[in-house]
């Protein structure tokens, strides 16, 4: 199933959980009238007054439900950080030195970047000694993804690997918005549950001393109809987090192992959530509220587990395991709890890796458009697991700066600063104007660290400085936005790598706030996209091919892709890729499977003389996130 197929049925599933949530609303609404006309002795009253007050309790019931529902998600509208803390969760800091922590956060990033998506916020749950995670968030924009303390101590690199590519899988697949807003849902079903007992309290102890009283007084009844309109709310929850999450967790399992090369980590990681007392189990009181979005089963047992059995989940990555050793590793475990640092050491695994050799800046690599469109929403990753991710490229010094909010300013206008001494005068010019001669002055230090910089690792570095840059206030932000658009103009024009740098910029740092994306989203078809479509492919052409002939055959590639049959002339765009701009809010409402052949379309241009520079990898990238079909490095 690719990523375009899985978004799909993301939102089939989505109008599932609605047709769920609206069943179970009305089956307690019909408890709950049910249980207030016993306790009132309406059954006995004349029908039209039992009518009036079915139809108010009614009203009254589905209003408090829909209320909290809506209360719930608006507190929950800041982002998956939210939730993490809400459950106890500690931001683990983009610099920490802890060890285990370090690993953790290299992990974390390691995958964001060959997942194409940007770095979530991490958080560790330090009071849960159970193995579990979780991601949350509306968008990889505001994601955030937690491991509990038991999964930070007791996994290697290895299994601790495998879970965090299987939280990434909910996050490329959007698996996570609907975990959100199951949450909203949830609480405003579960809230019946507290109101009844807050019945039952005010009818035990503010009914009066006098017996009769009590026995005339109707909130206790009142409360515990509430209280079994609860249970019934908790019963239909379970069943709706059942019917949403057990096939996901199949299928972010195999896209963890798609993404580690091996199977015996995360495998690993599911034996010792088997084998270890503390199992997956949380502790939390909101476990109702949260148990489908975990890694594990939460739930010590369940009637309606939200999880495919653990056995299972095993002999899907290793066919023949047998149950039994889950037996012989408890006993073993028992004596001797398993330390992922101790099992790293061991196995030769350090918190890093060594860095692999890239190709030459200026070759042109080969690609094949099939594997391009494959790649879309997967997390990609070099055969040599240990030695060849894209973060062990990137120099420790500017890996350093880019994770610190201080430094990833400096770092990223360093990014921009121009090898032509006139342009580098005026873009210094213009960052002393805006914010002092020290960030003017830091710029030019951090474009002196990233003059030996490979070209194909200028994006990356820019994007592990986006989280960083989340941290400042939202004015802070919007400024920096501000200057990344004045240092890319200040030569008249705006190069391939600047637009990349300053569009994703703008997009994920505006989602991470807002929750939306910068522009209006509508449904679009593609015949309303059809001069957008144009405009996008005939930038592409341009940038790609340096003669009139070439770009004009490989526009009629594209073309042929995504609008067969329709001659739509190339008209080179003045502004170039600046022509872009508005093209992005049309082209984000198509359908995913209509975005599915835009994106062969966009590849078919690129793709024509069988080969790829960097500049349209970054186009490419580019192309893809604005669309919101993350897609990771081609190189």
């Known amino acids: 199933m690719d990523f375009f197929e899985r978004q799909r049925q993301v939102k089939r599933m989505s109008t ?58 608006i507190g929950l509208r800041s982002g998956g950080g939210k939730v993490a803390r809400d459950l106890g969760g500690v931001l683990v800091p983009e610099d920490t030195t802890d060890l285990r922590l370090r690993r953790l956060r290299n ?41 509990t303390r038991g999964a930070l101590d007791r996994l290697n690199r290895d299994e601790l690997q495998g879970v965090i590519a299987h939280e990434f899988s909910h996050v490329l697949n959007g698996d ?88 015996a980590g995360l495998a690993g990681a599911l034996k010792k959530i088997g084998g270890l007392d503390a199992g997956s189990r949380l502790a939390t009181p909101k476990l109702d509220e949260v148990g489908h979005m975990m890694f594990g089963e939460a739930r010590a047992h369940s009637l309606f587990a939200t999880h495919p059995p653990l056995v299972k989940r095993i002999q899907a990555l290793e066919p023949g395991f047998d149950p039994a050793q889950l037996d012989a ?31 030459g800046p200026e070759v042109r690599q080969a690609v094949r458009p099939e594997a391009v469109v494959a790649a879309v929403g997967t997390q990609q990753q070099p055969a040599d697991r240990r030695g060849g991710s894209l973060l062990d490229r990137i ?48 710029a030019l230090v951090e ?37 990344v658009e004045v240092l890319s103009r200040a030569d008249g024009r705006i190069s391939v790598f600047e637009y990349a740098l300053s569009r994703l910029l703008h997009r994920e740092l505006y989602e991470a706030t807002y929750d939306t994306p910068p522009w209006p989203v509508r449904a679009r078809s593609l015949a309303q996209c059809r001069n957008a479509i144009a405009a996008l492919l005939a930038v592409l052409a341009r940038a790609g091919h340096p003669d009139e002939e070439s770009a004009e055959r490989a526009y ?51 793709a024509d003389d069988g080969t790829m520079t960097v500049a349209e990898q970054e186009l490419t990238r580019t192309v893809c996130g604005m669309l919101h079909c993350p897609l990771p490095p081609l190189s």
């Open 176 to 263: 996570m918005r609907i975990n959100i807003r199951l949450i909203g849902l949830l609480f405003g079903i579960l809230f019946l549950a507290i109101m009844g007992r807050t019945f039952l309290y005010a009818g035990a102890f503010g009914g009066g001393r006098d017996r009769r009283d009590q026995g005339s007084n109707p909130l206790p009844l009142i409360g515990i109809a509430l209280v079994v309109a609860g249970s019934v709310g908790v019963f239909a929850g379970r069943i709706i987090q059942a019917s949403v999450s057990r096939q996901r967790e199949y299928l972010a399992d195999a896209s963890a192992v798609q993404f580690t090369r091996q199977p």
């Open 107 to 147: 992990v974390v990033e390691e995958i964001a970047l060959s997942s194409g998506v940007p770095v979530p916020e991490v958080y560790v749950l330090e009071d849960e000694q159970g193995i579990n995670a979780f991601a949350a968030g509306w968008s990889p924009a505001d994601a955030a993804i937690a491991v």
């Open 447 to 483: 474009a002196g660290r990233l003059a030996g910089l490979h070209p194909l690792l200028r994006l990356p570095v820019a994007q592990l400085c986006f989280p960083a840059l989340r941290t400042h206030p939202i004015a802070r932000r919007q400024d920096l936005v501000a200057t």
């Open 556 to 606: 009629r590639a594209g073309l042929a892709v995504i609008l067969p049959g329709q001659a739509i002339p190339m008209t080179a765009p003045q502004q170039g890729v600046l022509a872009l701009d508005g093209a992005w809010p049309m082209l984000d409402g198509l359908d995913p499977r209509e975005k599915s052949r835009l994106v062969q379309a966009v590849v078919a241009v690129i």
């Open 16 to 73: 599932r959980l609605i047709v769920l949530y609206v069943l179970a609303v009305l089956l307690i609404v019909i408890v709950v009238d049910v249980a207030v006309a016993f306790a009132l002795g309406a059954f006995e009253a004349p029908p039209g007054e039992l009518a009036w007050l079915m139809v108010w309790t009614s009203l009254l019931t589905g209003g408090a439900i829909l209320l909290a529902s809506l209360f719930r998600t």
């Open 395 to 442: 120099p420790p010094e500017l890996l350093a700066l880019a994770r610190r909010g201080d430094t990833a300013p400096g770092l990223l206008f360093g990014l921009l600063l121009s090898e032509h001494a006139e342009v580098r005068q005026e873009q210094l010019a213009a960052l002393r104007e805006r914010h002092g001669e020290g960030a003017a002055a830091d």
């Open 329 to 359: 590793l408890a006993r073993r475990w028992q004596a001797e709890p398993p330390s992922g640092l101790v099992e790293d050491a061991a196995m030769g695994l350090a918190v890093g890796a060594t860095a692999e050799q890239m190709p």
